[in-house]
């Protein structure tokens, strides 16, 4: 332990293992003022980002060293550190500084960077669960069929240069060259064969740059919220956007939608499994929840409502 360290423990300061991915979209902005805020309760310890591991690797070799883990980045950065956290259980502070930034949008964690560390210093950390397909921990959503090409395409340079927007320019690109697959669900006691365009199961409420997973979705309900979108034409997805921003797609006819705990998807040939933005594995895909995983730095319940999240940025 450093002389640093010793005398920070000595001030009674919480020490809290810091890292910034530099690469997220907003990974560069100045972190002065929300770096001064954390110091006033907190021993911050930098890391910078490994290059030649996982960033849970990074998390479990530094534990003993630290009381809290937090995170500058977009939701690849936190998916990147799920296992990490799960394994150590070491409460999470998350700094915004992705191109959607989901998960936060999810608990109601404030998009600017001061707001959300002194959210850090002065809140309490909240149990949430997490969503695990094939072994591989996701904090909002994973799917297969079209928002896994669309993670495929979707390069980090068109994220950091457009934004949000460019989610949508990719995946219009992409729409018209979309064709439906099937798929065997298996959940519940029972064995479902469908065509769909995609499949997606949900931990969180947000994902995709603000669409909703179901309009009912919590982080920590236990359950994981499944949908497919059976649509036959790219247009009649058009029509269904305005329904998946709301979460309330699972009321049309062409959409399968139920929760569960457990849930089982196979294809006739594998197809890549997207969780968070990133592709992790294929099918088969075996996904289930794990209740109260993970802590993180959140208002409490009752302000993670559709009207609080809008207010602090959710679309």
């Not at 669960?129 to 959503?141: I, S, T, Y």
Request: cysteine-free.
């Amino acid at each position: 332990m450093t002389a640093a360290s010793s005398a920070s423990d000595r001030a009674g300061r919480r020490r809290a293992l810091l890292v910034v991915n530099p690469r997220a979209r907003n990974g560069s902005a100045s972190l002065t003022a929300a770096r001064a805020a954390l110091s006033d309760d907190l021993h911050l310890i930098d890391a910078d980002l490994p290059q030649d591991r996982p960033l849970s690797d990074l998390i479990r070799a530094r534990a003993g060293e630290v009381d809290l883990i937090i995170l500058g980045g977009g939701d690849g950065t936190l998916n990147s550190a799920a296992s990490g956290l799960f394994d150590t259980q070491l409460p999470l502070g998350v700094l915004p500084l992705g191109t959607a930034n989901d998960f936060a949008r999810t608990l109601a964690i404030p998009p600017d960077p001061l707001a959300a560390a002194r959210l850090i210093v002065s809140g309490q950390p909240r149990a949430v669960d997490l969503g695990e397909v094939n072994g591989h921990p996701f904090l909002n959503v994973a799917s297969v069929g079209f928002s896994a090409d669309l993670a495929r395409a979707l390069t980090q340079q068109a994220k950091r240069q457009f934004g949000i927007l460019g989610y949508g320019v990719v995946a219009a690109r992409l729409l018209l060259q979309s064709r439906l697959f099937t798929a065997f669900i298996e959940h519940d006691g029972q064995v479902e064969t469908v065509r769909t365009l995609q499949v997606s199961v949900g931990n969180g409420r947000y994902y995709g740059g603000g669409m909703t997973v179901a309009a009912s979705a919590a982080p920590d309900d236990g359950k994981l919220d499944f949908y497919s979108l059976e649509v036959d034409h790219w247009w009649r997805l058009l029509t269904l956007l305005p329904a998946l921003r709301r979460g309330t797609q699972g009321e049309w006819d062409d959409v399968r939608a139920f929760r569960t705990t457990e849930v089982v998807v196979r294809t006739s040939r594998p197809r890549p499994v997207n969780t968070d933005g990133e592709l992790v594995t294929f099918t088969p895909a075996h996904f289930r929840i794990r209740p109260a995983a993970i802590r993180v730095y959140a208002p409490p319940v009752r302000a993670a409502s559709p009207a609080t999240s809008s207010l602090l940025g959710a679309p």
